[in-house]
């Protein structure tokens, strides 16, 4: 079974955030929440989650990949985090999947992974990131970003059809009915 971590930080998008927990749960995916810096994580929204797990638990060779949700000031907070951006870095540099939407491909290039990647990222946020392109999604080998909130469903189906193949992310679409 293919593992994600999904790190939320306080000020997450919640639209993004359990988008991407549930759909990849629909397809088969294991999916550990970890808090920063608690177990109890506000979203930009006002909606709480709790976390399966704190971060300093997480061992990064358990996971398959990484996906940040964006939301403000929750990819600010992640930027903050030196464990966030260690572990990209370490996920990326393994070759396993490294995803973020809105505003978060902006941790990924702190990180130093947008360096010789397209991606896209929330609209008028182009200048923050190295080769950035207009698109939805982006699929650039091992890294996969997304607008916005409104794109979710079509980035976690992206993420399923990277870890599980296009068969399976057709099967899930249809069920979701996106």
Do not use: W
Not at 10 to 16: R, W
């Amino acid at each position: 079974m293919k593992k994600i971590l999904v790190p939320l930080s306080n000020g997450f998008e919640e639209i993004e955030a359990v988008t991407i927990i549930d759909v990849l749960r629909r397809a088969g995916i294991e999916v550990v929440v970890s808090g920063i810096p608690g177990s109890i994580v506000q979203g930009a929204h006002g909606i709480s989650v709790v976390a399966d797990t704190r971060l300093q638990n997480i061992k990064e060779e358990e996971f398959d990949g990484i996906v940040l949700p964006g939301g403000d000031p929750g990819y600010k907070n992640l930027m903050k985090s030196h464990d966030i951006l260690m572990l990209v870095k370490k996920f990326y540099e393994n070759g396993k999947l490294v995803g973020a939407i809105c505003a978060a491909p902006l941790v990924l290039a702190k990180a130093g992974v947008l360096d010789n990647k397209l991606a896209t990222i929330y609209p008028g946020m182009e200048r923050d990131i190295p080769r950035p392109r207009d698109a939805s999604v982006i699929v650039d080998g091992n890294v996969i970003t997304s607008k916005g909130p409104g794109t979710a469903i079509e980035f976690a189906l992206a993420i399923v059809e990277y870890l599980l193949g296009k068969a399976k992310a057709i099967e899930l679409k249809n069920i979701i009915v996106a």
